[in-house]
């Protein structure tokens, strides 16, 4: 089966570091491309972040462009899950000298999918200013864009851990406003799924058993990223970039319902909320697919696979 083409727009990032490594590592897909976002971190640091993942994984073949320094509409508010440099207690990265493409990360992309012989999957795990901007700027290249698969939004109030918001769609809501209502066809991975996917002791213990040098860094990294998580959360440390990418691959690995999905962007406490009509209330076509459940084994396994 030929590899599934695949650009990731990320803000590492802990998770989105593995979200790379994943991508990079899996036969099936052929990640021709990254842009980087702010998001967790300021874009200088997500950047350097990422630069220094793609050089460790030895992805270095892989162009990475920079791309918005702040929000559409608002100004940067940062993601906490990630401390201050967006991958602290992550083993000392050296810094990186593989060279950042010179061009924008918005125009880069709309090079990109030009240039691909065939549509491409889009797959942001970080706000989504750098997309929300592509298609308000580059509205032709919508035919080279296969599918988005995001990391964002959370819909279903099952448990205490689902928050009336989530990081990704909160930071930039007039981005997310654009692309829910861009008519591609989008599929959000939210939390309702990727506090599903969370790394704790059984988890540390798998990792653990692989062995290799790779799997020992993703160990480090997880490790704090499960501490702070624990810290604020109280749960481990969930994988949602990594989710994104691997539903990005096999679809199966998620069951989603079609819904009106709409960003509240005047509410008080629902600022940044991600709100799906299910019962066609608003008489408006369904935009998104909401994923509502997740075989969170399936997706363990792909990530161990992806280490060994
Ligand atoms: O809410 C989770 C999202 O926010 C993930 O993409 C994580 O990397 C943070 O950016
Ligand atoms: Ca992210």
């Not at 702010?38 to 994984?57: Q, S, V």
């Not at 290249?141 to 928050?163: H, S």
């Not at 697919?289 to 084994?297: E, L, T």
Request: glycine letters at 8%; proline letters at 7%.
């Amino acid at each position: 089966m030929k590899p599934t083409k695949v650009i990731i727009d990320c803000d590492p990032g802990h998770d989105d570091a593995i979200a790379l490594l994943m991508a990079h590592r899996m036969p099936e897909v052929d990640l021709i491309g990254v842009t980087t976002v702010c998001g967790n971190a300021p874009l200088e640091r997500t950047t350097a972040n990422c630069l220094r993942i793609m050089e460790l994984l030895g992805a270095t073949g892989v162009p990475v462009a920079a791309g918005c320094v702040t929000p559409l509409g608002r100004p940067l508010v940062l993601g906490t899950a990630d401390g201050p440099s967006g991958l602290d207690g992550s083993p000392y990265l050296p810094e990186p000298t593989m060279e950042l493409q010179k061009e924008h990360g918005v125009d880069f992309l709309a090079r990109l999918l030009r240039e691909a012989e065939e549509p491409v999957v889009l797959v942001p795990t970080g706000p989504l200013t750098n997309i929300g901007m592509l298609l308000l700027k580059y509205p032709d290249v919508r035919a080279k864009i296969a599918r988005i698969v995001l990391m964002g939004g959370a819909f279903y109030r099952r448990d205490e851990y689902i928050t009336p918001t989530e990081f990704n769609i909160f930071c930039d809501p007039e981005a997310a406003a654009i692309v829910v209502e861009s008519g591609l066809d989008i599929t959000m991975v939210g939390l309702d799924v990727t506090m599903k996917v969370l790394v704790e002791e059984p988890q540390f213990e798998a990792i653990g058993a692989i062995g290799t040098d790779l799997s020992k860094i993703v160990l480090d990294w997880l490790r704090y990223y499960e501490k702070l998580h624990r810290g604020q959360m109280g749960v481990g440390g969930a994988l949602h970039d990594p989710l994104a990418l691997a539903v990005a691959i096999d679809p199966t690995l998620i069951e989603t319902r079609n819904a009106f999905v709409q960003i509240d962007r005047t509410g008080t406490h629902t600022f940044g909320a991600t709100v799906a009509d299910y019962w066609n209330l608003e008489g408006q076509p369904d935009n998104v697919k909401v994923a509502s459940k997740v075989d969170a084994d399936r997706f363990f396994e792909m990530l161990y696979t992806s280490l060994r």
